[in-house]
């Protein structure tokens, strides 16, 4: 598991390192379901697919989900950019705050609110995006995000020690070679 969260971490800042040492395992642990996960992840942040990407961190276990979540707000930003370049014209063309929680794995329409006018994204009235061509703009770092809906739900009301156990043994890992 060590290995598939630190390959899955790495895989949001783009690190070619971490994928040419993935590369070179052995098929058999490439095949592990933690390392296929995090080649995924990879995969759909380096294609710039923010729906491919924030369907599978939606899908992470809970700590794979706090190795990405530092990265989630470049993540985000990156997809914003992209819509911005997509959508933007001079008279702005508008997108549902709803279709953007959704396609980010944002936690609600106030955190999308917040979002777009952090990247300087006008709002029409409090439901709907206007992208202006010249209004997207990236200054500082992006916004952080609570991420519950990306890694606080996933803890379910178990403790931190149920759920590293839980997810140990579905990725069958046997405890009984590991040191205590």
Do not use: W
Request: aromatic fraction near 4%; hydrophobic fraction near 40%; charge should be positive.
């Amino acid at each position: 598991m060590g290995g598939g969260v630190r390959t899955l971490a790495s895989a949001l800042t783009g690190s070619v390192e971490a994928l040419h040492e993935v590369l070179q395992l052995p098929e058999a642990l490439r095949s592990c379901p933690a390392l296929r996960r995090a080649l995924a992840v990879d995969s759909a942040f380096r294609e710039g697919n923010a729906a491919r990407l924030f369907r599978l961190l939606r899908i992470l276990p809970y700590l794979q989900s706090c190795a990405v979540r530092c990265h989630i707000g470049r993540a985000r930003r990156g997809a914003l950019a992209r819509l911005a370049r997509a959508l933007s014209t001079p008279k702005g063309q508008t997108l549902p705050l709803g279709f953007m929680v959704r396609l980010l794995a944002l936690d609600g329409p106030e955190e999308a609110r917040d979002l777009c006018q952090a990247h300087g994204l006008p709002l029409d009235g409090q439901e709907r995006v206007v992208f202006l061509r010249g209004r997207y703009t990236e200054e500082g770092l992006p916004p952080a995000g609570t991420c519950k809906v990306l890694v606080g739900s996933k803890l379910a009301g178990r403790t931190l020690e149920e759920v590293v156990m839980a997810e140990e043994e579905d990725e069958g890992v046997d405890r009984s070679k590991s040191p205590a």
